[in-house]
């Protein structure tokens, strides 16, 4: 372990942030006239506010020789970028109970973020993606990365700034307009759309507007698909806010079933993995099958027309050769008219 400052070290290195190194600890090296301290200024004061299940725990900040580490909660089951990948790979769709449990529990650290500050302050966190949602130890899905958070004070219902990552910012974002608390929502239906599709939705026009075409599978339910749609809208005023989700009777229901098992078990286990390779090794062998199926197919054909060809070849050598049409008028001539 390389120690970094007064009480920690550095054990094993994990990602790469906007500001520096993440280790279990967010390393930061301060500089004069360094660009976008504010951001992290209210990166750190916003962490220090936030206490929620669903959130990444904040620890302490260490400055130390010019640098501040950012002390956090450590999750160590990694983050739903690498729970997508997973599945991809094995071209094995996610669980609907897996989704839908991953979903309320975003939807839950949002709603805190959102509403949680006795209407004095809303944070917006404005880099929703699958890389920054993680999992602990125990699978409880935490939200992290508040490296491009904003805070909203009382009379402030919007920011401008355009911030957060291609593929998951809102019509508004993209397009430069203000926006306001709907815009983590919409990027809360790309990352629905994406567990359900197992791809990110496309968006047509250069302003983010509906999805190209729905390409969730119609094995999920009316309510997932309808969720993910209404997410997707638009015009912000036609989304859902997080009170309006929690609100809604199929929500209450996921959350009942989520709260009612000891863990959220929402990364991956050993039981998904042989669940997936079993899944996987079906279809390759029912591939293998109609591959074969058709080989046969394939061949018998190729035996029935060498057997034509033969037939056609015996046909041929038997019939007499075409007589001579001169010889046959001659033979067909009276004595008279030769």
């Known amino acids: 372990m390389v120690p970094v400052c007064p009480g920690y ?17 967010k390393v930061v090296k301060l500089s004069p006239g360094m660009s976008n301290l504010d951001l992290l200024e209210e990166e750190i004061y916003a962490l220090s506010q936030l206490s929620h299940p669903n959130i990444v725990s904040f620890i302490e900040v260490v400055e130390h020789k010019s640098v501040k580490h950012i002390v956090m909660e450590y999750c160590g089951r990694g983050d739903l970028r690498k729970f997508l990948n997973f599945h991809l790979e094995l071209c094995a769709t996610v669980p609907e109970s897996r989704i839908k449990s991953i979903f309320v529990q975003l939807l839950l650290a949002l709603h805190h973020c959102h509403h949680s500050f006795f209407g004095e302050w ?18 409880t899905v935490k939200l992290g990365d508040f490296g491009l958070s904003k805070i909203l004070e009382a009379s402030q219902q919007q920011a401008i700034s355009f911030v957060g990552t291609p593929g998951y910012l809102a019509p508004e974002v993209f397009a430069g307009k ?8 919409f990027s809360l239906g790309c990352l629905l759309y994406e567990m359900c599709a197992l791809d990110a939705p496309i968006f047509s026009g250069k302003d983010n507007k509906q999805p190209i075409q729905d390409r969730i599978p119609d094995t999920f339910s009316p309510e997932v698909k309808s969720l993910a749609g209404s997410l997707l809208q638009h015009e912000p005023s036609k989304r859902p806010s997080s009170a309006d989700l929690l609100s809604r009777r199929y ?41 074969k199926a058709r080989e046969r197919a394939f061949e018998a054909k190729e035996a029935s027309l060498e057997a034509q060809m033969r037939r056609l070849a015996l046909r041929a050598s038997l019939s007499p050769p075409p007589e001579d049409k001169t010889r046959r008028k001659q033979k067909s001539a009276s004595p008279a008219q030769r």
């Open 9 to 25: 070290g550095i054990k094993e290195r994990l990602g790469e942030g906007g500001f520096g190194t993440v280790y279990a600890i």
């Open 122 to 139: 809303s944070l917006l966190h404005r880099d929703i993606k699958p890389e920054n949602v993680l999992f602990s130890e125990n699978g």
């Open 178 to 185: 203000r926006y306001g608390a709907k815009a983590d929502m």
């Open 251 to 291: 929500v209450a229901e996921w959350l009942r079933e989520i709260s009612s098992r000891p863990t959220p078990e929402c990364s991956i286990d050993h039981r998904e993995v042989l669940q997936a390779l079993t899944v996987r090794e079906q279809r390759l062998s029912e591939r293998e099958r109609s591959l």
